[in-house]
């Protein structure tokens, strides 16, 4: 992959992202590969010499790698296990050899990981969940109990450290739901090792399905972070919506319901859905027979 600088940043920046001490080698996949969508991942592979990313992009995972670097000044004369990577290649990984590496086992079991996001994202996971983040601890959790390097520890729970990159004490003194500290600890669900095995087998069996087909399977719409087209009922003088309805026969019924009539002060407006992930977040988009075939 080519680095490209548009933002023309420092080269200190540059150097900092280009030198990234993370290594995949020695394993098949990882345990963040693993959560990938099979599609992205392979496509990934296929064109990995031709794919281009500005530095720009970057910043927030840089600062992110940070806080790892301050993690491992932590485990000095401590018995607690930091910035340790494991591999495992068993009948679970189908001859696959599956490698992860975790932030920070404590010595009485609390296996965490240390994020760097946003203050929506870790609202998100306290109240609703966030799937991605219990996949990858229950991964990490899995790998440390099925890797035959000797980790005495043994895991008790699963935890997220996040870090606010974007927190707002304003906002902490007038929300109730927003967070009040710039850091919140969010607890993870942790899977039986039944469910654990289930998963990995099955996002194993995936990726290589993948990889043996010319055309991977097309990613999910939870995975291309499907938004579906919906219909806003304006009033003039507004900008926002009064309502956002699914079909145009709901809005329509939704304005007879409430005495409102189209062309006289309000109107339907259609607001296209799209593939929010394939539009503005996938770096194989352009090598994407889906993507280049679809009208959002």
């Known amino acids: 992959m080519e680095l490209t600088n548009t933002q023309k940043l420092p080269q200190a920046i540059v150097r900092a992202v280009a030198n990234d001490p993370y290594d995949s080698q020695g394993s098949d996949i990882s345990a963040t590969r693993l959560l990938k969508p099979p599609r992205i991942r ?3 592979q296929r064109f990995w010499e031709v794919l281009q990313e500005d530095v720009s992009d970057r910043i927030w995972s840089l600062l992110g790698q940070s806080v790892h670097h301050i993690i491992e000044r932590a485990s000095e004369n401590t018995e607690d296990i930091t910035e340790r990577r494991v591999f ?3 009948e679970i990984t189908n001859g696959w050899k599956l490698s992860g590496t975790f932030d920070y086992l404590s010595k009485d079991g609390q296996l965490i990981d240390f994020k760097v996001t946003s203050a929506w994202s870790a609202m998100d996971a306290l109240t609703t969940g966030k799937t991605e983040w219990e996949a990858q601890l229950n991964i990490l959790d899995w790998l440390i109990r099925n890797t035959d390097d000797k980790i005495k520890i043994k895991v008790k729970s699963l935890q997220i450290m996040a870090i606010l990159r974007d927190w707002s004490k ?10 009040k500290q710039q850091s919140v600890m969010i607890p993870i669900k942790r899977w039986k090792p039944e469910e654990q095995d289930a998963y990995i087998k099955e996002r194993i069996s995936l990726h290589q399905q993948a990889e ?4 991977p399977p097309i990613c999910t719409p939870k995975e291309r972070w499907r ?6 009922v304006m009033k003039d003088g507004r900008k926002s919506a009064v309502r956002l309805l699914p ?6 019924e939704y304005m007879a319901n409430n005495n409102m009539t189209e062309g006289k002060g309000c109107l339907i407006v259609l607001r296209k859905g799209e593939d929010t992930r394939c539009t503005h977040y996938c ?4 090598f994407c027979s889906h993507w280049n075939n679809t009208e959002f």
């Open 42 to 44: 392979v496509l990934e």
């Open 88 to 90: 495992v290649n068993n």
């Open 170 to 179: 304003l906002k902490s003194m007038t929300s109730e739901n927003y967070p």
């Open 212 to 215: 043996s087909q010319e055309e």
């Open 227 to 232: 938004k579906d087209d919906q219909y806003a």
């Open 247 to 252: 079909t145009l026969e709901d809005a329509k």
């Open 283 to 286: 770096a194989v988009n352009k």
